[in-house]
Structure formats: structure tokens, C-alpha cells
């Protein structure tokens, strides 16, 4: 949707038309524990914040939006519905005392396979190639639909916890049945979600199977179809961009993430096919040469860039400057089990100690500013959701993130913006909204048993495990 532009005066003078509440104060914190049932959505007012980052420069000040000192913002029906200070809570609205708190939009998670937490840790020696031939591709085919959503309910509720609240999951080739569970442990856990699925040209239909049976009547579930490119993969890599095509849907490819893959041409694939362009987001983007980078930005091609795992992996070092000075539009992701668990905190540091250490130039991009955004706002241009998820602009979903800066590995306060990145972790994550719903409040996950949860992944992987002694046998 098309969203109206909003001045920075409209917007801090709050709704005028919001009835005034009996008691608008602060609450006592501790005192206002959320009291909702399960998916309910409930008005409220984020009160008197000490920093609001909406990444929306006509909401705020500079590129991040800034608003300091005693700000308000206010969600109602699943909508930012304004940011300013001295709002007035509407009747029956929860005043949540955010003073002391830093508020800013959820982490977008471009590039997951939330499936990989089967092994977490594993094959910790190997490349890309190694790590796959003895891990991921052992793997998959072990986990029977089940467990496959024990998996993925317990990795997709480590990154709602640590702050994302939208996500675009890689989902390899699994069979219907699986695919039904993979979807529930999704949208059960509460985040919103891209599902990015493959097949082979044989078994392609599945996917519009799938979005139609499962992902269609679910509102924070989006659609891609995944691919891996290569000229040696040309039919089905075409048979799948003529689905995308069909549904109407963004295109997602693994591309060039090991210098290996430089054999099999995935660039020339791609714009072979017809794919190369605004609705191809491109996961890694390491070894591209300089004509294949300027041809990204001149296409308006998106990347999705994993810093931890190409550093686990060995894959080398994403020329993020170079894209940036083409002007293409990137964003971050976690890249499942080769990132072992969800911490954007710990993403964003690396995409920028990465890229000056490999300069030596402090002031590289991504700055500190720019790395914020790509983890917010500009993931969700990079797959075409900015207009409704990324910055806390008015008439947007209501995905915000509070953070508390008061603990021992963040406090004393400096320079805030800053110290998001280098010294926040997830335990500083204390609410998590996705869409209105309060998901995580003082700390906890809501309306979670994460003893169970950790139980249930435990006897799932003990199912992977057994199998394989027996295959091995």
C-alpha cells in the first residue's frame, strides 16, 4: 500500500481526536504485567522513552529518525498510530512506563533457514561445501514432519526473542506434509514471515500447492520461491522463476557465496533466465567481480548479507562498500545453522568490523547509522515491505522493539545509537511487538513453555541422531 507522507509536526502533535484516558501516567513498572490472552491485540502507549529510533527521517531527526527525551508511541489495531510526546492514552489502553528505554522498529532477518537449528554447532571445522556434505545434506533428509517443527518453533521463537520480528526462511525441498508443519511452527511462533521455498523442476508444482493449502490464509505470511543458481542448473532454475513469475512473488537465490561457485556462472544464469532485477533478492553476494556488481545496482538487484556465516564458513567477505556506492539495497540475515543462534546485535557488529578491518578505514560503510538500517528499514526495501514494516511511521504494522539499556553489559550511557551495536545483546530486548501483539514483555517470551520447547528440539534431535546410527550402521 501506498502510505500518505506525514510531516514531522503532524506527526509529534499526536492524534488529536485520541479521547483522553482516566489515568495517562506512568504506571509503576513491574507492576504491568500483560495480562492479554494468546494473539490478542491490544492498544497501547509506549510512554516517555528516552530514545525512539523510527528510521523514518521525516518522523524524526537525520537518517534514523531520532527522538529523545520523554517520547511516546502509540499502537493501535496492529498500526503505528502516532509518535510524539504528551500522547494521550486512548480509553482502556495499556501505558507501558518505557522511560529508561530505547524504542525502534524489529529486525528484518533477510536470509534464514530456521530448520538448521539441528545442528547448531556442527561440523564446526568445515567450508561451505564441507559443511553442507556432512551436515545440512545429512540432515534433512532425517527429519520427519514432526520433529521438523520442533526445529523451527524453537529457532523461529531465538529470534523473536532476541528482536526480529519478520523473517525470510530458506526452506529446501521437503515434502508436502513437512511443509504444513514448517508453516505451523512459523505462525505459531508469532513472527511474521517470509516463506522462500524450493523444489526441483520435477516436484515445482508443490509450490503453489503450498502457498494456496498453507501460507494464503495466514496475514503475516508472505511468499518467494527460492532457487540455487548456476548454469548447470539452468531447467530448473527456470521452471522455478516461471512460477515466481506465475505468482507474483519476489525470486530468492543463493549466489556466489564460496569463490567455487564462480565455475558455474550463477550471474549469467540469472540474467539468462530473465530474473535479474528488482523482484531477485540474491543471498551472500561475496565473489562477484566488479562488472557483475555495477550490473546489480544498474538492475536494482537486492542482497542479503550474512557476515557470521561466511565467517564460519570461510567464504569470505561481502564487498558490501562496493554495492552501497552502486545503490543497492541490502540487508542483513542470520543464514540458520552456520550463525548457530539469532542475535542481530552480534550481525550488525560484524558487517561493520568486517568491512573496516578489511579497509583499515573506520569510516567505511556500513557507519554505525547505516548498519542500523540495513537491519530495519532497509531489509524491508530490500524484499518490498517498506511500506509496511522497518520504521515506526504512522500507518505501518506495529513491529517495535524496546530495549533496556540499564544492565551490565550496556550501561553507562554514552552514545546510544552507537552502543545498540556494539555492546546490545538479546537479553537486552525486554517487549516485542509484531504487529500489535505484545510477544515478549520484561524479558520473557509470553504465552511460552520454553522448558518445553527446549525439551521437544531435544527429542527431535535425538530422532536425527538415532537415524543416523542406524543408516550408518
Known amino acids: 500500500m501506498n502510505l500518505p507522507k506525514l510531516s514531522r509536526r503532524r506527526v509529534l502533535a499526536g492524534l488529536g481526536t485520541v479521547p483522553l484516558a482516566a489515568a495517562a501516567g506512568f504506571p509503576e513498572r513491574g507492576r504491568d504485567r500483560p495480562d492479554e490472552a494468546p494473539g490478542e491485540r491490544r492498544t497501547t502507549l509506549l510512554r516517555g522513552a528516552d530514545l525512539v529510533l523510527t528510521m523514518d527521517p521525516e518522523v524524526g531527526r537525520g ?9 511516546d508511541v502509540l499502537l493501535r489495531d496492529g498500526t503505528v498510530a502516532a509518535v510524539g510526546r504528551g500522547l494521550a492514552a486512548p480509553d482502556g489502553a495499556r501505558v507501558l512506563d518505557s522511560r529508561g528505554r530505547i524504542v525502534l522498529p524489529g529486525f528484518v532477518d533477510l536470509h534464514n533457514h530456521l530448520w538448521q537449528s539441528s545442528i547448531r554447532g556442527g561440523c564446526a571445522n568445515e567450508d561451505l561445501y564441507g559443511w553442507m556434505g556432512d551436515c545440512s545434506r545429512v540432515a534433512l533428509p532425517r527429519i520427519d514432519p514432526q520433529d521438523m517443527y520442533r526445529f523451527v518453533h524453537l529457532a523461529a521463537l531465538d529470534a523473536l526473542q532476541a528482536g526480529v520480528t519478520t523473517v525470510v526462511d530458506w ?6 506434509d513437512t511443509s504444513e508443519r514448517y508453516v505451523r511452527a512459523l505462525d505459531d511462533a508469532g513472527l511474521r514471515f517470509v516463506y522462500a521455498a524450493t523444489q526441483s523442476a520435477a516436484d515445482a508444482p508443490l509450490l503453489p500447492r503450498v502457498k494456496k493449502d498453507f501460507l494464503d490464509p495466514l496475514p503475516l505470511a508472505s511468499v518467494q520461491v527460492a532457487a540455487q543458481a548456476g548454469m548447470g542448473r539452468l531447467k530448473d532454475l527456470r521452471a522455478l522463476y516461471e512460477i515466481a513469475r506465475d505468482l507474483g512473488v519476489m525470486f530468492n537465490s543463493h549466489v556466489l557465496e564460496n569463490k567455487v561457485d564462480r565455475r558455474d556462472d550463477p550471474i549469467r544464469s540469472l540474467r539468462e533466465i530473465g530474473a535479474f532485477g528488482p523482484d531477485l533478492l540474491m543471498n ?33 567477505i561481502c564487498p558490501l562498500p562496493a554495492f552501497h556506492r552502486h545503490g543497492v539495497r541490502a540487508g542483513l540475515g542470520h543464514d540458520g545453522g552456520t550463525n548457530d543462534t539469532s542475535d542481530m546485535f552480534n550481525v550488525m557488529k560484524a558487517a561493520v568490523g568486517l568491512q573496516r578491518a578489511r579497509h583499515e578505514d573506520a569510516g567505511i560503510h556500513p557507519t554505525i547509522p547505516a548498519v542500523l538500517r540495513m537491519a530495519t528499514l532497509g531489509g524491508a526495501e530490500a524484499i518490498g515491505m517498506a511500506d509496511r514494516v522497518g520504521s515506526l511511521t504512522p500507518g505501518k504494522r506495529a513491529d517495535v522493539v524496546v530495549l533496556d539499556p540499564g544492565t551490565l553489559n550496556f550501561a553507562p550511557r554514552f552514545d546510544w545509537t552507537s552502543q545498540i551495536v556494539l555492546n546490545g545483546q538479546p537479553p537486552n530486548v525486554g517487549e516485542v511487538f509484531v504487529d500489535g501483539r505484545l510477544c515478549k514483555a520484561h524479558g520473557e517470551l509470553l504465552h511460552v513453555d520454553v522448558e518445553h520447547v527446549v525439551h521437544e528440539a531435544e527429542l527431535a534431535a535425538r530422532h536425527v541422531r538415532d537415524a543416523r546410527h542406524v543408516r550408518d550402521a
Open 171 to 176: 526452506v529446501h525441498p521437503i515434502p508436502y
Open 63 to 71: 537518517p534514523l529518525g531520532e527522538l529523545t527525551d520523554g517520547v
Open 284 to 316: 551472500h553476494a561475496i565473489h562477484l567481480t566488479d562488472e557483475e556488481i555495477a550490473l546489480t545496482g544498474e538492475h536494482d538487484v537486492r542482497i542479503a548479507h550474512c557476515p557470521l556465516s561466511n565467517m564460519r564458513l570461510a567464504s569470505g
